[in-house]
Nanobody, 127 residues
Framework: QVQLVESGGGLVQPGGSLRLSCAAS????????MGWYRQAPGKQRELVAA?????????????YADSVKDRFTIFRDNAKMTVVYLQMNSLKPEDTAVYYC???????????????WGQGTQVTVSS
């Protein structure tokens, strides 16, 4: 099994920045991609971003939701193979949601189909 632990959520003003982190443990050799989803109140859970964490041909490939392109960046810790970050800039009130880390055994991220989920971390964008 794989365990995912998120951190870094909180309250930020519109236009501000936050960085989320996700650390995986357990049978991490099975993980080939990691990503972030979010769920706002009354809405469906949606993919925010994903990144491949293994493989020679598509290593480091990314997939972003249109709503966060050019504002959010997903990246991996080069020293720790199963720690990923989501840098969120120019935050908007509509980015308010619970953000979930998700890991996948699959090597493709389009579409992204995770097998493991974290507990989630709250991000609130408000003045």
């Amino acid at each position: 099994q794989v365990q995912l632990v998120e951190s870094g959520g909180g309250l930020v003003q519109p236009g501000g920045s936050l960085r989320l982190s996700c650390a995986a443990s357990g049978t991490i050799f099975s993980i080939n991609a990691m990503g972030w989803y979010r769920q706002a109140p009354g809405k469906q859970r949606e993919l925010v971003a994903a990144i491949t964490t293994s493989g020679s041909t598509n290593y480091g490939s990314t997939n972003y939701a249109d709503s966060v392109k050019d504002r959010f960046t997903i990246f991996r810790d080069n020293a720790k193979m199963t720690v990923v970050y989501l840098q969120m800039n120019s935050l908007k009130p509509e980015d308010t949601a619970v953000y979930y880390c998700a890991a996948s055994r699959k090597v493709t991220i389009i579409p992204y189909d995770p097998n493991y989920w974290g507990q989630g971390t709250q991000v609130t964008v408000s003045s």
